[in-house]
């Protein structure tokens, strides 16, 4: 079946530090991919999503290319602000929508 | 403003009491979802709707219902909640370009 594995968190780092979350992806088809995030007490938003291979999704300064050779999406952002404190998923779209389990973000000043 | 709606956003019960999970959304979409999140294990579809009148599981259906008598709402229902169904539910609906909008959550505890 189709399955999403991320990093497992919590990932801390310091305002404007690079921020990559690793998502790789088992599936039967070509899926659309996405990352949803979490902020506290709230539900999920889209963040950015890539529909084939080599896309790139953006977004609020998160970028994540879609990458079919190593069946991998991973999040990146080059300077991080405290207010991107939330929980990342990555999910993919084959039929149903598959979730990762989720990668807390934890930025300081 | 276009929004998916949930209520009571937070409910305490005791074990064996019906209870029902309103979902409401204003986009006119087709698909709709409940989800479950629960710590270390993400979220999991609980039951999907394609649309009016037609439901089917999803990953972990066992104690939920649902219907879809219209095509905003789509509440899930516990029968008879026991303890092991205390978790975070979340209702999303699904656009023309798979986008999911989640509503803000309902909180379950069951004693």
């Known amino acids: 079946g189709n399955s999403v594995t991320q990093m497992e968190g919590p990932v801390t780092l310091s305002e404007e530090a690079f921020l990559t979350i690793n998502c790789t992806y088992t599936a039967t088809g070509y899926p659309s991919l996405f990352w949803y995030v979490q902020y506290p007490g709230e539900g999920l938003q889209l963040l950015l999503k890539?529909?084939?291979?080599?896309d790139k999704g953006s977004n609020k300064g998160f970028e994540a290319t879609y990458r079919k050779e190593t069946t991998s999406f991973h999040l990146e952002k080059g300077s991080v602000q405290v207010s991107d404190s939330a929980v990342y998923f990555c999910?993919?779209?084959?039929?149903?929508?598959?979730f990762g389990k989720g990668t807390m973000l934890l930025v300081s000043p | 403003e276009a929004q998916v709606t949930q209520n009571p956003r937070y409910l305490i019960t005791v074990t064996g009491k019906k209870l029902t999970v309103t979902c409401s959304q204003n986009m006119n979409h087709e698909y709709m979802s409940w989800y479950r999140q629960d710590p270390g294990l993400g979220l999991r579809q609980i039951y999907y709707?394609?649309?009016?009148?037609?439901?089917d599981k999803g990953d972990v259906p066992e104690g939920y219902k649902v219907s879809r008598k219209e095509k905003r709402n789509f509440p899930l229902i516990l029968e008879s909640p026991s303890p092991n169904q205390t978790s975070l539910y979340f209702c999303a609906s699904t656009s023309d370009t798979d986008t999911q909008y989640f509503g803000p959550g309902t909180r379950l505890t069951v004693l």
């Open positions: 999910a993919l779209l084959y039929s149903t929508l598959t």
């Open positions: 890539a529909t084939k291979a080599d």
């Open positions: 709707s394609m649309n009016v009148e037609v439901t």
